[in-house]
């Protein structure tokens, strides 16, 4: 009972100094606002991130070659270094050969689902279709199936099929997107199938026939960044693997690989024996090795820097709340000094100095509760706004936010104790004789 009136007393001292109150609150407000946007943009930005890059498949491994330590020198006889000085790209003896790959599919039948293998050419222009005079770029890129058959859980075969290693080998046919189409192509996706186009790829011009034609699905950076333009778009287009080498003038291996696990397997572990692998091929490499990395403890890691970034903005942020509470400290002694005789008057009536005390708590924790509920709201309003402005779907945190306002209260009770427990200490005598 006495709890409710303590709280009726402390919200009629709030209407009763409405700008003295928001003033004092102001603090607390834009410190938890401040905080709850920060942790909201956060998760935002964290959620985005990590779910595109899971898109990217989180039981892929990529396996690549990078150059040794200077200091390594492992692999030569009495420890002498041989190694050429510092080449910038890998010969065709260091590549990672199909001969390789294959020896690893022998021997880990179980634990690989696939191997995905890819070429970049490069860019491709063509004329837009209905407008010779505007042209439209492309990105053209070799792939096998297994490559492919990757891409078609995200972007599904509109019309027609996606390339086939054994069918297409050697032949200049490509899988195109529906955009690619609609600017390039002209009319329906089924009547593009079988028609042939020209790209003109490092000055040289390159005749394709379209095998299939895949879903053209917007790209968020893209679009962040102003590229929403229709001749501005660019998509790929996927022609066979040896093709790919033959006119980007590559060797016949790969500096890098993508393994994907097969269902079950624990990527996080599988990683480190597919990089010690292949490494074993390096071992009397004087310049190149092998390493694995995954997409899952990138994500981790990427996820573990975003939070603590997150964190650490937040920290400073809150900082504002120690401002707010050192205002509420500074009115709750207003308050007692305003009201000194009141205060003699209730412990000459017999009130107990810890009922004067729990009255001014109570009033600085009701006064911090309301700047907190403030904070709160304007705090998942402007995350809101921030994350819609950068094209990310708003995520507020609720553990976030109880804390904010538990800490709102946390600070009334720790900076409303001084002034609380100054007013209980009152002598009434002098309290009464107070003017």
């Known amino acids: 009972m006495q709890l409710f009136e303590n709280i009726s007393m ?147 075969i509109l019309a027609g099929r996606w390339l086939d290693d054994e069918k297409d080998a050697g032949r200049y046919v490509a899988v195109v997107s529906e955009k690619f189409v609609e600017q390039a192509i002209g009319g329906s996706n089924t009547d593009a199938i079988g028609k042939s186009f020209t790209l003109t790829i490092n000055k040289n011009l390159y005749t394709f026939y379209i095998t299939g034609v895949y879903e053209y699905t917007e790209d968020v950076y893209a679009s962040m960044f102003g590229a929403t333009d229709d001749d501005q778009i660019q998509t790929n287009v996927y022609i ?36 010690s692998y292949f490494a074993c091929y390096y071992t009397y490499n004087d310049t190149w090795t092998a390493s694995a990395s995954s997409i899952s403890s990138l994500v981790e890691s990427m996820t573990d820097m975003l939070n603590t970034l997150s964190l650490g903005i937040s920290a400073i942020a809150a900082i504002s709340l120690l401002v707010g509470g050192i205002g509420v400290m500074n009115i709750m002694m207003v308050s007692v000094t305003e009201r000194t005789r009141e205060i003699g008057t209730r412990k000459a009536l017999g009130a107990p100095g810890s009922a004067i005390r729990m009255q001014f708590i109570t009033e600085s924790v009701i006064l911090c509760m309301i700047g907190g509920v403030i904070g709160v709201v304007l705090g998942i309003a402007l995350g809101a706004a921030l994350s819609s ?43 009464l004789r107070y003017e």
Do not use: H
């Not at 860019?123 to 070799?142: H, L």
């Not at 402005?389 to 538990?406: F, R, W």
């Open 10 to 156: 402390a919200l009629a001292s709030v209407r009763s100094n409405k700008m003295r109150s928001l003033l004092t609150m102001l603090g607390i407000i834009i410190g938890i606002a401040a905080v709850i946007a920060i942790v909201t943009v956060g998760n935002s930005m964290t959620g985005t991130v990590t779910d595109s890059m899971s898109g990217m498949g989180v039981s892929n491994i990529t396996v690549s070659l990078t150059q040794k330590d200077s200091d390594d020198t492992s692999g030569t006889a009495q420890g002498v270094t041989l190694r050429r000085f510092m080449d910038s790209t890998p010969a065709a003896d260091d590549l990672i050969s199909q001969e390789m790959i294959d020896d690893f599919m022998a021997d880990f039948p179980d634990q690989v689902n696939r191997i995905e293998l890819s070429q970049e050419v490069g860019n491709g222009t063509i004329a837009k279709y209905g407008d010779p005079n505007t042209t439209i770029r492309t990105t053209v890129s070799g792939a096998n199936a297994d490559s492919l058959l990757a891409k078609e859980e995200d972007t599904p």
């Open 240 to 275: 066979p693997l040896d093709v790919a080498k033959s006119i980007a003038g590559a060797d016949a291996g790969y500096q890098t690989i993508t393994v994907v696990a097969a269902n079950g397997v624990d990527v996080t572990s599988f990683v480190d024996t597919v990089g």
């Open 389 to 431: 402005v950068v094209g990310m779907t708003a995520k507020p945190s609720i553990a976030s936010i109880v804390v904010a306002v538990g800490f709102s209260m946390a600070i009334g009770v720790f900076f409303g104790y001084y002034p609380a427990n100054k007013a209980a200490k009152l002598n009434p005598i002098d309290a």
